[in-house]
């Protein structure tokens, strides 16, 4: 069993689901046009993973491998739902914002991913902070990409629209990629090097 | 063996779908009554431009009536009027309506006629006009659609429903005539309407809304 500590750094960076394992792309790229919308899908997808994993977790040893999609299909869709008439209740405004892209969640293969991957095979507590961890990653990307994407966008209008998008996300991965790899690089060059300078 | 494992996973099914239906209406029953507020709500702040200065009491989600085409109002498809009332007297119709004239694609207006035949107000609810020109419809842009407040059939004359242009009394917004004068047309045609069906559209029983069942 991983500490709580590596399991963050899984989430957040190694396995990201957005930029690591570039699931859920389509609301990712659609609804990140500020901050506000990254957030706002950003909770929502978070809140659905926690739960699907939570449930799926709970009723893991009842579910037969024949019958597994159809019954993530039905958590997620119920908890979507859910979620869905919560954030109308509670945050209309937010919901009016991001409209279909929180139905669309269902079809957020990140969390069926999660279910496939490791809520059907582990405890629930294990589970849920596996949701937690790999939905706090998605969320931060949506947010970050959000950031950047309203920011941007005063300058150089094309960063608002679809193909800013890919952009973007191409932008972070690349980044990602580049700071993974001068860290490689740094690791290997200088043993001798202290490690708080490492974590930089 | 087989049939067995048919009849297991049938259960489960059938086991989980009753656990998730249960959530569902449980979270339904939790924020029905909250969600129809903010609907309700919702929609009167949408509608707050067209009722400046109009006093009313009554319920406008629920007043909510369909004219179906065809009407004589602008648009092919059918309109949607919500009427206000003060002590169950009419005080006002507002017709969301499309005028399909515009330079690009049809723009959805919402227009407040007072009972008197005055305008209370016209609003853009969706266009697609050039930005920078025809799109100061919208309020937020420009102050060129409030010249109608408190304007009427008597004021100006018939023939002065047109813009500067075609020789009427309304300014158009410059270099976006084609929208100036969709709009004009939309807002009188509306109350040519209004003043030959005054009775009927207060008179007409609103929609079964469902979002209203309880």
């Known amino acids: ?200 | 063996m087989r049939d067995a494992t048919v009849t297991r996973s049938g259960i489960t099914l059938t086991a989980m779908a009753a656990l998730c239906t249960a959530l569902v209406a449980f979270t339904h029953e939790l924020t029905d009554e909250r969600i129809a507020d903010n609907e309700r709500a919702w929609l009167e702040q949408s509608l707050q431009p067209v009722l400046e200065g109009v006093e009313f009491d009554s319920d406008l989600t629920a007043s909510r009536t369909t004219i179906p085409a065809p009407h004589g109002l602008p648009g092919a498809d059918a309109a949607i009027v919500y009427r206000a009332f003060q002590d169950t007297t009419p005080v006002a119709a507002l017709f969301a309506v499309t005028a399909r004239n515009g330079y690009s694609g049809p723009i959805r207006l919402l227009i407040g006629v007072r009972a008197d035949g005055r305008i209370s107000g016209v609003h853009a609810l969706s266009h697609r006009e050039t930005p920078g020109l025809g799109d100061r419809i919208d309020r937020s842009k420009s102050d060129w659609i409030e010249q109608f407040a408190g304007r009427s059939l008597a004021d100006p004359a018939t023939t002065g429903w047109r813009i500067t242009r075609d020789g009427g009394d309304f300014d158009q917004m410059t270099g976006a005539s084609v929208t100036s004068r969709a709009v004009v047309g939309a807002v009188s045609e509306t109350l040519l309407y209004f003043e030959s069906n005054k009775q009927g559209v207060f008179a007409r029983p609103a929609d079964q809304a469902e979002v209203l069942a309880e």
Not at chain 1, 45 to 72: F, G, K
């Open chain 1, 1 to 200: 069993m991983t500490s709580l500590g590596e399991r963050f750094k899984a989430g957040l960076w190694y396995e990201n689901p957005g930029l690591v394992q570039l699931l859920g792309l389509c609301p990712l790229l659609a609804v990140t046009t500020t901050v506000a919308n990254g957030l706002g899908l950003g909770i929502a997808t978070l809140s659905v993973m926690v739960l699907s994993n939570t449930l799926v977790s709970a009723v893991r040893r009842w579910i037969q491998p024949e019958i597994r999609i159809p019954m993530y299909v039905l958590i997620i869709a119920s908890l979507v739902t859910c979620t869905e008439l919560v954030f109308k209740a509670w945050i209309p405004v937010l919901d009016r914002s991001l409209g279909i892209f929180i139905p669309l969640i269902v079809t957020n293969c990140a969390i069926v991913a999660r279910a496939e991957v490791f809520a059907s095979r582990n405890a629930v507590v294990a589970s849920i902070i596996d949701g937690f961890v790999m939905g706090t990653g998605f969320a931060l990307l949506l947010i970050a990409i959000g950031a950047f994407r309203e920011l941007v966008s005063t300058a150089w209008l094309l960063a608002a629209l679809p193909p800013g998008a890919f952009f973007s996300l191409a932008l972070a991965v690349a980044a990602k990629n580049a700071i993974d790899s001068r860290r490689a690089n740094r690791e290997t060059d200088s043993v001798t090097e202290p490690a708080g300078q490492l974590e930089r």
